[in-house]
């Protein structure tokens, strides 16, 4: 499956603000490593630089309309988030509210990517893993089950 550049076209969203998070390292690794095959083209999304209304609320600017547009015309969506208390971030929840319903990651695959900093408990990743998946679910995107490995 191509975009119409006739290229795999993945969109990655990073699920943190914070200046210097860990979860933007990850992403910048992962879409360096993609941007090695000359067949796809990588987008990331930076939420930090978007005007995303709460839910429930208008749109008051042109961010949502971008960041839909950017997801539909994707191939394949990576969202990456923090692990925080064994679910994602409020940051990734926000983007997940303004992706519309029904959700423009609809019949999408969608890859999840897990970031946590320090020692973590693999009862956290997998209660983690399993909200996203939840939640990713509910938008009929296709969530691959995780490695066992």
């Given at each position: 499956m191509?975009?119409?550049?006739?290229r795999?076209?993945?969109?990655?969203?990073?699920?943190?603000?914070?200046?210097?998070?860990?979860?933007r390292?990850?992403?910048?690794?992962?879409?360096?490593?993609?941007?090695?095959?000359?067949d796809?083209?990588?987008?990331?999304?930076?939420?930090?630089?978007?005007?995303?209304?709460?839910p429930?609320?208008?749109?008051?600017?042109?961010?949502v309309?971008e960041?839909?547009?950017?997801?539909?015309g994707?191939t394949?969506?990576?969202?990456?988030?923090?692990?925080?208390?064994?679910?994602?971030?409020?940051?990734?929840k926000?983007?997940?509210?303004?992706?519309?319903?029904?959700?423009?990651l609809?019949?999408?695959?969608?890859a999840?990517?897990g970031?946590?900093g320090?020692?973590s408990?693999?009862s956290?990743?997998?209660s983690?893993?399993?909200?996203c998946?939840?939640?990713?679910?509910?938008?009929?995107?296709?969530?691959?089950?995780?490695?066992?490995?």
């Amino acid at each position: 499956m191509t975009s119409g550049e006739g290229r795999i076209r993945i969109v990655l969203v990073c699920g943190s603000v914070r200046p210097g998070n860990y979860t933007r390292m990850a992403v910048d690794v992962v879409a360096a490593s993609l941007s090695t095959n000359p067949d796809v083209s990588v987008e990331v999304i930076d939420p930090s630089h978007l005007d995303l209304p709460l839910p429930g609320l208008p749109a008051e600017s042109d961010s949502v309309a971008e960041l839909q547009e950017t997801v539909r015309g994707a191939t394949a969506v990576i969202l990456a988030t923090p692990e925080y208390h064994g679910s994602f971030s409020s940051v990734m929840k926000l983007v997940i509210e303004n992706l519309g319903f029904p959700s423009v990651l609809g019949g999408k695959p969608v890859a999840l990517l897990g970031v946590a900093g320090g020692r973590s408990e693999p009862s956290s990743r997998w209660s983690s893993y399993g909200a996203c998946a939840l939640m990713w679910a509910q938008s009929f995107s296709r969530v691959p089950s995780p490695s066992l490995t």
